[in-house]
């Protein structure tokens, strides 16, 4: 089964830089796309890049230009590395892979807060 593991997170001022990191182990499976998402509170969870085979990169709009997501396909593992951070960044972000078998595993999630 499955399993990830994230680390990273924390509280930081805004204009500073944070760098989150997920480790998956467990499955069977190839690795093919992996992501991270984040949820705010009172928000629904966003997309906030995804990296896939390639490698192919996808960025939501508001973090295009300061959020870069890499990855380290023989170690299963994804980085985000936050710069500028904004106060509207605050919240929960959240790792996710997807295997070959097409059967994706969530993080547990870490909290961001940009304040000063």
């Known amino acids: 089964q499955a399993h990830l593991v994230e680390s990273g997170g924390g509280l930081v001022q805004p204009g500073g830089s944070l760098r989150l990191s997920c480790a998956a182990s467990g499955s069977i499976f190839r690795v093919n796309a992996m992501g991270w998402y984040r949820q705010a509170p009172g928000k629904d969870r966003e997309l906030v890049a995804t990296?896939?085979?390639?490698?192919?990169?996808n960025y939501a709009d508001s973090v295009k230009g300061r959020f870069t997501i890499s990855a380290d396909n023989a170690q299963n593992t994804v980085y985000l590395q936050m710069n500028s951070l904004k106060p509207e960044d605050t919240a929960v972000y959240y790792c996710?892979?997807?295997?070959?078998?097409?059967?994706?595993?969530w993080g547990q999630g870490t909290q961001d807060t940009v304040s000063s």
């Open positions: 990296i896939t085979s390639g490698p192919t990169t």
């Open positions: 996710h892979v997807r295997f070959d078998n097409g059967l994706g595993t």
